[in-house]
């Protein structure tokens, strides 16, 4: 019988440990991340988005703000939108029309009024491919949903520890859509009032 001296084999066994088969134990950055938000109670988030149209060969650009919470609810402000979901019913605010639509919530994301939705739901919405580990990813939709949100994706993290810094994305008609990410945290809770439809008292109201 062969035996292996005590030194030789923690040797070998270091050597195991460092097999590249078993660095899985060095979590993938994008895939914290998403884990992190889909497990966080409360998203608070700072956006530019970005369209490009090919039809009509403009750019715009849009700055906004969003809560969303794990509960279907979420609160998103845009320079001349607002979308307020309280779990059971989704209200559209245009301030230049004055004017609120309400209708009843489905399942998540599919009455979705904002592409970011899906930062609650990328582990369980889609397939995640790294392209350069620690840099991009392809997300690819692992169902055809009744969804506006993205079938595919390309992801960017920046820093250390990573952070998401944009998504690129065409959607349905085509435009290409950069959603840039300046500030994210998970770590403040989503206040009830959050979720509390406030309008001015002359709003015209359409309930569908």
Known sequence: MNRVSAPSAIVLLVAVMMWPGNVASERDPFDELATELSRAACIHIRFLHIVESQVFNDIDSLPG???IDQNGRYRIEL???EFVCDGTFIHSYSRPNNQVVIEKAGPAGSSARHDLLFLAHLKDYYDITPIDVGSTYRLTMTESRQTTLPDSMVASVTGTPARLDYFDYYDINEDHNRLI???LSTERPCHDSLFVPTWPDSVDRVKL
Do not use: H
Request: aromatic share 0%; no cysteine.
């Open 181 to 183: 990410i300046e500030s």
């Open 79 to 81: 320079p001349n939108d």
């Open 65 to 67: 703000s969003a809560v």
